[in-house]
């Protein structure tokens, strides 16, 4: 199952859908997701919010729920070339302070799309990222199933 996510979502890092018909693909559930759907639908989601936002496809995007309530989803391959520059002129604190600053005005997008997918509300979430290696996380703590 992990390496039916992972390529999976590597399909979508390397062939991208077009923007409107990912987005009918994420949001039209009907009914809330649960076990590798709901990790492919939450793959799919943030990786379509990256490409959105940051006009970048991750490298890699890969989702796993730990125990019931914590879902983890790990992207790689993140930044933006304005962003590597950054980085390799030894600025990574202001690329980290503005991604930072950016992932805490789109969270409720974030917590809305888990929520909608999963069907249960998220009690916390927890964005960060890494330089070397590049990759970003999210974690959304979920309510317990009802």
Not at 62 to 70: N, Y
Not at 89 to 115: G, H, N, P, W, Y
Request: glycine share 4%; hydrophobic share 40%; net charge negative.
């Amino acid at each position: 199952m992990c390496i039916a996510r992972r390529v999976i979502a590597l399909r979508l890092a390397r062939e991208p859908l077009p923007e409107d018909e990912r987005a009918v693909r994420v949001l039209t559930v009907d009914t809330p997701l649960s076990g590798n759907d709901l990790l492919v639908a939450v793959t799919e989601a943030m990786v379509s919010l990256h490409e959105r936002y940051y006009h970048r496809t991750p490298v890699s995007a890969k989702t796993q729920m730990l125990g019931d309530d914590l879902l983890a989803c790990v992207l790689g391959g993140v930044y933006t070339d304005v962003e590597q520059t950054m980085i390799e002129l030894q600025r990574s604190t202001v690329v980290q302070e503005t991604r930072s600053a950016f992932q805490t005005a789109m969270q409720r997008r974030f917590i809305d799309k888990v929520e909608q997918l999963s069907g249960r509300d998220v009690l916390a979430f927890i964005s960060n990222q890494h330089v070397g290696p590049d990759m970003e996380i999210e974690l959304f703590m979920l309510s317990p199933p009802e």
